[in-house]
């Protein structure tokens, strides 16, 4: 069955960068999208941006310059490096697959929570 | 960016009762409209998708309507595993953006 899990640190120190990787299983990234997810503690979520099926990518505007998503499809794992850490930063990061035609999500990873705290 | 407002930020109802959740875009969004649940500690689970399709697995309790730039989820005979905050979301153009959610408790 389609399986997402993030993995990552869950403490950053502000103004680094994050590294995060989402694991698949049960589908392909070549024929898959795949969006990253946040949503700070108590609040609500925020798509960051995804990565196509051909490897294109869209990212919001709102942190356009801070991220970058990418992919190892041999390795079904795709990445989120994100830079200039602030605390508000603070979240839970979710991976989810990009339902195909359309934009919104039917699976999801568990999440994993990061900390922007020094 | 669309503005998906969602109300009542929370909610509680009893066993049995049917509760509706609303959701006002700031612009139209032609049904482009997912619900999603989360449970506390969980990852969100999608409901409906195109504002009125029942996602396969999900009981038939749920439903959800309208159009233009108004929304709702409407649950029906409330069950004690309903208890979650619930999460619209459009994605009729970029970038999507989700409400503020609706927490629903049991009275």
């Known amino acids: 069955q389609v399986q997402l899990k993030e993995s990552g640190p869950g403490l950053v120190q502000p103004s680094q960068t994050l590294s995060l990787t989402c694991t698949v299983s049960g589908l392909s990234l070549t024929s898959n999208s795949v969006s990253w997810i946040r949503q700070p503690p108590g609040k609500g979520l925020e798509w960051m941006g995804v990565i196509w099926s051909n490897g294109g990518t869209d990212y919001n505007s709102a942190i356009k310059s801070r991220l970058s998503i990418s992919r190892d499809t041999s390795k079904s794992q795709v990445f989120l490096k994100m830079n200039s850490l602030q605390t508000e930063d603070t979240a839970m990061y979710f991976c989810?697959?990009?339902?195909?035609?359309?934009?919104?999500?039917?699976?999801w990873g568990q999440g994993v929570m990061v900390t922007v705290s020094s | 960016d669309i503005r998906m407002t969602q109300s009542p930020a929370s909610l509680s109802a009893s066993l049995g009762e049917t509760v509706n959740i609303e959701c006002l875009a700031s612009e139209d969004i032609y049904s482009d409209l997912a619900w999603y649940q989360q449970k506390p500690g969980k990852s969100p689970q999608l409901l409906i998708y195109?504002?009125?399709s029942l996602q396969n697995g999900v009981p038939s309790r749920f439903s959800g309507s309208g159009s233009g730039t108004q929304y709702s989820l409407k649950i029906n005979s409330l069950q004690s595993e309903d208890v979650a905050t619930y999460f619209c979301?459009?994605?009729?153009?970029?970038?999507?953006?989700f409400g503020s959610g609706t927490k629903l408790e049991i009275k």
């Open positions: 979301q459009q994605y009729n153009n970029y970038p999507l953006t």
């Open positions: 989810a697959r990009w339902v195909y035609y359309s934009s919104y999500f039917d699976y």
């Open positions: 195109n504002a009125n």
